[in-house]
Nanobody, 122 residues
């Protein structure tokens, strides 16, 4: 049974930083690309960042490029999202997801975590 468990979301002031983590189990972690998505209130789930299985390839949404960094540790079966210079519009539930493919399309991701809430106050 595949499980993805996110952690690290909390309330932070604008301009601050947070690090989200997602631990995976029940899958051959290095064989999967991993992605972070977010869902803001009243909005569709949107792509944030993705990383290939060996960590060499990375994609970012334009809205977070230069502020967020995705990384992975294939020994710990963990993917992380370092979020700097946070803005109120980054407030959302953040999800990690796993795919045998690689990309921005949430429909191509096979497994999802339960999400972690990030709230950025102005």
């Amino acid at each position: 049974q595949v499980q993805l468990v996110e952690s690290g979301g909390e309330l932070v002031q604008a301009g601050g930083s947070l690090r989200l983590s997602c631990v995976a189990s029940g899958l051959t972690f290095s064989s999967y690309a991993m992605g972070w998505f977010r869902q803001r209130p009243g909005k569709l789930r949107e792509f944030v960042a993705a990383i290939g299985g060996n960590g060499a390839s990375k994609l970012y949404a334009d809205s977070v490029k230069g502020r967020f960094t995705i990384s992975r540790d294939n020994v710990k079966n963990m993917v992380s999202l370092q979020m700097n210079s946070l803005k109120p519009e980054d407030t959302a539930v953040y999800f990690c997801a796993a795919t045998y493919r690689y990309g921005r399309n949430p429909n191509e991701y096979d497994y999802w975590g339960q999400g972690t809430q990030v709230t950025v106050s102005s």
